[in-house]
């Protein structure tokens, strides 16, 4: 346990240029809404009221409650959208939510505080794809969501970007 809280401590999901590039992108389902469950740790690929995919993740590590500010390392409740995808990140994918939303940043003003951003689904940290499931073992990321390199794969291909997705506590 100690070792993957060290390996993933220092860990971001800032961009960068040094990995294979994932070429294809078509969304072939009718996902029309994601919906993240904080509380089990599920993220949920909707087509109506029907679950089209369902997947274990990992959080942030900063705890279960709703994100606040930069750097508190939590993951934000609300609505928002996939608004891009970077297949440059130092993830293996990464699809960007539209974090802050206007109540976030009002939140944020009357705090004085900076919102925060770069929230992301991605995949497990470049070079460490190995570790598979295993990485749902703690949560890790900075106020990310994640999956497996498997899994992202399987994501990016059936939400499009525009997509809702609500991160429910």
């Known amino acids: 346990m100690l070792i993957f809280a060290l390996v993933f401590s220092s860990l971001s999901c800032e961009p960068t240029s040094d990995r294979v590039r994932f070429e294809s992108y078509q969304a072939e389902s009718h996902v029309?809404?994601?919906?993240?469950k904080k509380k089990d740790h599920?993220?949920?690929?909707?087509?109506?009221?029907?679950?089209?995919?369902s997947y274990s993740?990992?959080?942030?590590?900063g705890?279960?409650?709703p994100k606040e500010r930069q750097g508190d390392h939590k993951t934000p409740e609300g609505l928002y959208?996939?608004?891009s995808r970077n297949q440059s990140s130092r993830f293996h994918l990464a699809l960007h939510v539209s974090y802050p939303n206007e109540a976030d940043r009002e939140r944020a003003r009357k705090l004085r505080v900076d919102p925060g951003g770069n929230i992301m689904i991605h995949g497990i940290h470049?070079?460490?794809?190995?570790?598979?499931?295993?990485h749902r073992l703690?949560?890790?990321?900075?106020?990310?969501?994640?999956?497996t390199d498997r899994e992202i794969e399987d994501i990016w291909t059936l939400v499009p970007n525009g997509t809702p997705i609500?991160?429910?506590?």
């Not at 029309?32 to 993240?36: E, K, N, S, W």
């Not at 703690?138 to 999956?147: F, K, M, N, Q």
């Open 57 to 61: 993740v990992a959080l942030a590590r």
């Open 166 to 169: 609500e991160i429910q506590p």
């Open 126 to 134: 470049n070079g460490l794809g190995w570790l598979g499931a295993s």
């Open 32 to 36: 029309d809404r994601v919906v993240a």
């Open 138 to 147: 703690i949560d890790w990321t900075d106020g990310c969501i994640a999956v």
């Open 63 to 65: 705890g279960l409650g």
């Open 42 to 53: 599920k993220l949920l690929l909707m087509n109506g009221d029907v679950v089209v995919k």
């Open 81 to 83: 959208v996939i608004d």
